[in-house]
Nanobody
């Protein structure tokens, strides 16, 4: 099994930046895609960004041009660089990894954007 630990959340003003990290350990060799999700209060969890083992990326329309997902294979870490943050980006952000049979989740990290 894989274990995921997020870090890097916090409080930032509108227009600011944050970089989230997701450190992976355990059986990660079967992981096919690495993803960031977020969940705002009273809203459903939504997919924010995807990066495949081949390096292909995709983003939710709401974050395109502002967020960048990347991966450091040597460190087994996935990042989410967030720029031009808006109050509507406020949410708990979750790292997610998918292999052939299951999803793995981190514990989440809170991002709060003040107006």
């Amino acid at each position: 099994q894989a274990q995921l630990v997020e870090s890097g959340g916090g409080l930032v003003q509108t227009g600011g930046s944050l970089r989230l990290s997701c450190a992976a350990s355990g059986s990660i060799f079967r992981i096919r895609t690495w993803n960031w999700y977020r969940q705002a209060p009273e809203k459903q969890r939504e997919l924010v960004a995807i990066i495949t083992n081949g390096g292909s990326t995709n983003y939710a329309d709401s974050v395109k041009g502002r967020f960048t997902i990347s991966r450091d294979n040597a460190k087994n870490t996935v990042y989410l660089q967030m720029k031009s943050l808006k109050p509507e980006d406020t949410a708990v952000y979750y790292c997610n990894a998918v292999d052939l049979v299951r999803h793995y989740w981190g514990q989440g990290t809170q991002v709060t954007v003040s107006s």
